[in-house]
C-alpha cells in the first residue's frame, strides 16, 4: 500500500518531489509528477468540488501530471471516472448551470454517447481500478482478487462487475453508473484523504512556515534595497537594516529554511518572481518622498537576491530552473488543450506568461554559467561557493537540458538558446554542435513561416 499511495499510514514518512531516498535517512521518498503540495492540495479540493470550473481545470493538470509519468494510478483512475461522468447525461442534468458545456465547448457532443458506449466506458474503469490497485497489494500468497479486494476494503459490487464485465456479459448502464459513484467515495478514503493527513506540514504548520519564509525573503531583499541605495546609506532605516550583520544572520536563516523546506523555498521564491513579473514592465521602483523604501519589490531586486542566495545555495538554481520548467510545461498544456474556447485576450495573456517564463528561464541559466561548474567527461562537476565546495551531477543537468528541449520545440527561441547554454556547460562538443544546427534549422523555419504569413 505505500509504494502505491506514496505514503506510510503507521509512519512519518513523505513523498517528496525528486529527491531520492537513502538507506540512512529515517524518511521515504517518491516521485511524483506535482510541483509542490500546493499544486496537490488545489487538485484534490477542485477535483471533488461542485464547480464545473474547478473539476475541468483539475482535470487539465492530471492530464499535465500524466505527461510527466509518475502518476499514481489511483489519481490517473479518479480522473477517467470523474471524466467519463462529465460525458453521462445523468450527471450532466444534475448541475446548476451549463459552465462546464461551455468551457468544454464542442464537447456538449458527448451527450450523444449511446447507453452500451457508456456503460462500456464505465465497466473498463472499474476494471482498471480493481485489477490495477489489487494486483499492486495482494500478497502472493492470496490467489484470490476477491480476497485481496477485500482486505483494503473495495465495494463487492465492484468486484462482480469486473468478473461480469471480464467473462460475461455487459453490465447495465445504471448498474456501473451507480458503482462509478461508489468507485469514487472508496477512491476518496483509500487515497485522497490520507495522502491529505499524511503531507508534512499541512494546514497550519504549513501556513506558519510558509509565512516566515516569505518574511524572511522579504526582510532579505529589503536590507539589499537600503545597502544598495545612495540617498538611505545614512538614514535611521540603515542604522536598523541593512548592515553586513543583518544581511549575514538572515541569509543564514534563509539557508536554515532551505534545507529543512526546499520546495516550500522555491515555491515562495517563483510566487514573488511571477507578481514582480505581472505587477509592472519597469525594473525600478520609486522611492517615496519620505525616505522610505516602497514596500514593493521589483524583479531585479528579487533577481539580486536569488544571486546572494544562489552564491549559499547553488542547488536552489537547478530548483528553481526545474520549476520554472513544469510552469511553462503547465502554461502550453492549458493553452493548447484549450485554446479553441478562450477569448482572444487569455490567450494573449498566457503566451506572454509564457514568455516572461522563458526569459525567466534563461536569466537563471546565465547564473548558473556563472558559477562555472565543469563536467567534461566526469560525471559530476564541483562548485566553489562561500560555504565551500557543493557537488552537482551531471545527470540532473542533462535531465533538465532534455526537458527544455523537449519545450523548445514550439519553437521558443529563449529556451532553445537556454538549452545551448546547458549544453556547453557538459562539455559534450558533439552535443553542442548538434544542437547549434537544429536551432539554425528552427531559425530558418520560423523564417519561412513569418514570410508565408
Same mark, same amino acid.
Given at each position: 500500500?505505500?509504494?502505491?499511495?506514496?505514503?506510510?499510514?503507521?509512519?512519518? $514518512?513523505?513523498?517528496?518531489?525528486?529527491?531520492?531516498?537513502?538507506?540512512?535517512?529515517?524518511?521515504?521518498?517518491?516521485?511524483? #509528477?506535482?510541483?509542490?503540495?500546493?499544486?496537490?492540495?488545489?487538485?484534490?479540493?477542485?477535483? *471533488?468540488?461542485?464547480?464545473?470550473?474547478?473539476? /475541468?481545470?483539475?482535470?487539465?493538470?492530471?492530464?499535465?501530471? @500524466?505527461?510527466?509519468?509518475?502518476? #499514481?494510478?489511483?489519481?490517473?483512475?479518479?480522473?477517467?471516472?470523474?471524466?467519463?461522468?462529465?460525458?453521462?447525461?445523468?450527471? @450532466?442534468?444534475?448541475?446548476?448551470?451549463?459552465?462546464?458545456?461551455?468551457?468544454?465547448?464542442?464537447?456538449?457532443?458527448?451527450?450523444?454517447?449511446?447507453?452500451?458506449? !457508456?456503460?462500456?466506458?464505465?465497466?473498463?474503469?472499474?476494471?482498471?481500478?480493481?485489477?490495477?490497485?489489487?494486483?499492486?497489494?495482494?500478497?502472493?500468497?492470496?490467489?484470490?482478487?476477491?480476497?485481496? /479486494?477485500?482486505?483494503?476494503?473495495?465495494?463487492?459490487?465492484?468486484?462482480?462487475?469486473?468478473?461480469?464485465?471480464?467473462?460475461?456479459?455487459?453490465?447495465?448502464?445504471?448498474?456501473?453508473?451507480?458503482?462509478?459513484?461508489?468507485?469514487?467515495?472508496?477512491?476518496?478514503?483509500?487515497?485522497?484523504?490520507?495522502?491529505?493527513?499524511? =503531507?508534512?506540514?499541512?494546514? +497550519?504548520?504549513?501556513?506558519?512556515?510558509?509565512?516566515?519564509?516569505?518574511?524572511?525573503?522579504?526582510?532579505?531583499?529589503?536590507?539589499?534595497?537600503?545597502?544598495?541605495?545612495?540617498?538611505?546609506?545614512?538614514?535611521?532605516?540603515?542604522?536598523?537594516?541593512?548592515?553586513?550583520?543583518?544581511?549575514?544572520? =538572515?541569509?543564514?536563516?534563509?539557508?536554515? !529554511?532551505?534545507?529543512?523546506?526546499?520546495?516550500?523555498?522555491?515555491?515562495?521564491?517563483?510566487?514573488?518572481?511571477?507578481?514582480?513579473?505581472?505587477?509592472?514592465?519597469?525594473?525600478?521602483?520609486?522611492?517615496?518622498?519620505?525616505?522610505?523604501?516602497?514596500?514593493?519589490?521589483?524583479?531585479?531586486?528579487?533577481?539580486?537576491?536569488?544571486?546572494?542566495?544562489?552564491?549559499?545555495?547553488?542547488?536552489?538554481?537547478?530548483?528553481?530552473?526545474?520549476?520554472?520548467? $513544469?510552469?511553462?510545461?503547465?502554461?502550453?498544456?492549458?493553452?493548447?488543450?484549450?485554446?479553441?474556447?478562450?477569448?482572444?485576450? $487569455?490567450?494573449? /495573456?498566457?503566451?506572454?506568461?509564457?514568455?516572461?517564463?522563458?526569459? !525567466?528561464?534563461?536569466?537563471?541559466?546565465?547564473?548558473?554559467?556563472?558559477?562555472? #561548474?565543469? *563536467?567534461?567527461?566526469?560525471?559530476?562537476?564541483?562548485?566553489?561557493?562561500?560555504?565551500?565546495?557543493?557537488? =552537482?551531477?551531471?545527470?540532473?543537468?542533462?535531465?533538465?537540458?532534455?526537458?527544455?528541449?523537449?519545450?523548445?520545440?514550439?519553437?521558443?527561441?529563449?529556451?532553445?538558446?537556454?538549452?545551448?547554454?546547458?549544453?556547453?556547460?557538459?562539455?559534450?562538443?558533439?552535443?553542442?554542435?548538434?544542437?547549434?544546427?537544429?536551432?539554425?534549422?528552427?531559425?530558418? +523555419?520560423?523564417?519561412?513561416?513569418?514570410?508565408?504569413?
Amino acid at each position: 500500500m505505500a509504494a502505491l499511495l506514496g505514503f506510510v499510514e503507521e509512519s512519518t $514518512d513523505y513523498v517528496q518531489l525528486g529527491i531520492s531516498t537513502s538507506s540512512s535517512s529515517s524518511y521515504s521518498y517518491k516521485l511524483v #509528477p506535482w510541483l509542490s503540495w500546493d499544486e496537490w492540495l488545489f487538485v484534490d479540493e477542485s477535483l *471533488f468540488s461542485n464547480s464545473p470550473n474547478s473539476v /475541468a481545470s483539475a482535470l487539465r493538470r492530471i492530464s499535465a501530471w @500524466r505527461s510527466r509519468g509518475c502518476l #499514481p494510478v489511483v489519481v490517473e483512475l479518479t480522473s477517467s471516472i470523474i471524466e467519463i461522468q462529465q460525458k453521462d447525461p445523468h450527471f @450532466r442534468k444534475d448541475q446548476s448551470n451549463n459552465a462546464l458545456d461551455n468551457c468544454r465547448g464542442d464537447q456538449s457532443s458527448d451527450a450523444s454517447l449511446s447507453d452500451e458506449m !457508456l456503460a462500456m466506458l464505465y465497466c473498463m474503469a472499474i476494471m482498471r481500478l480493481v485489477n490495477g490497485v489489487v494486483e499492486k497489494t495482494r500478497k502472493k500468497t492470496e490467489v484470490s482478487i476477491a480476497v485481496a /479486494a477485500d482486505a483494503i476494503g473495495i465495494p463487492r459490487t465492484l468486484i462482480d462487475i469486473r468478473h461480469e464485465g471480464s467473462h460475461r456479459e455487459l453490465p447495465a448502464l445504471e448498474v456501473v453508473r451507480s458503482a462509478s459513484v461508489k468507485a469514487l467515495d472508496w477512491l476518496k478514503y483509500y487515497y485522497w484523504e490520507p495522502q491529505k493527513k499524511a =503531507i508534512p506540514f499541512h494546514g +497550519n504548520e504549513t501556513a506558519g512556515i510558509k509565512t516566515e519564509i516569505m518574511s524572511k525573503f522579504h526582510e532579505f531583499a529589503f536590507c539589499l534595497r537600503v545597502k544598495n541605495t545612495p540617498h538611505l546609506r545614512s538614514s535611521k532605516i540603515k542604522e536598523k537594516r541593512g548592515s553586513k550583520k543583518d544581511l549575514t544572520k =538572515i541569509l543564514k536563516s534563509l539557508v536554515g !529554511l532551505y534545507s529543512a523546506f526546499s520546495s516550500e523555498v522555491v515555491s515562495v521564491l517563483l510566487e514573488f518572481l511571477l507578481k514582480a513579473i505581472n505587477s509592472s514592465d519597469s525594473s525600478e521602483l520609486p522611492v517615496n518622498t519620505q525616505n522610505s523604501p516602497s514596500l514593493q519589490i521589483s524583479l531585479n531586486e528579487w533577481k539580486l537576491v536569488i544571486t546572494k542566495f544562489s552564491n549559499k545555495e547553488p542547488e536552489l538554481l537547478l530548483a528553481l530552473l526545474n520549476a520554472v520548467l $513544469d510552469m511553462i510545461e503547465n502554461q502550453e498544456a492549458v493553452i493548447y488543450e484549450t485554446g479553441w474556447v478562450r477569448t482572444s485576450s $487569455d490567450h494573449r /495573456a498566457e503566451t506572454l506568461q509564457v514568455e516572461h517564463l522563458s526569459s !525567466l528561464f534563461k536569466w537563471l541559466v546565465k547564473k548558473f554559467e556563472g558559477l562555472k #561548474p565543469h *563536467f567534461e567527461k566526469d560525471s559530476v562537476a564541483e562548485i566553489k561557493v562561500s560555504s565551500g565546495e557543493k557537488t =552537482i551531477s551531471k545527470a540532473i543537468l542533462m535531465e533538465l537540458l532534455r526537458k527544455c528541449l523537449v519545450l523548445s520545440a514550439s519553437a521558443n527561441n529563449q529556451l532553445m538558446d537556454s538549452a545551448i547554454d546547458l549544453a556547453q556547460l557538459t562539455g559534450d562538443n558533439y552535443l553542442l554542435g548538434k544542437l547549434n544546427k537544429l536551432s539554425s534549422l528552427v531559425s530558418s +523555419n520560423s523564417d519561412v513561416t513569418e514570410e508565408g504569413c
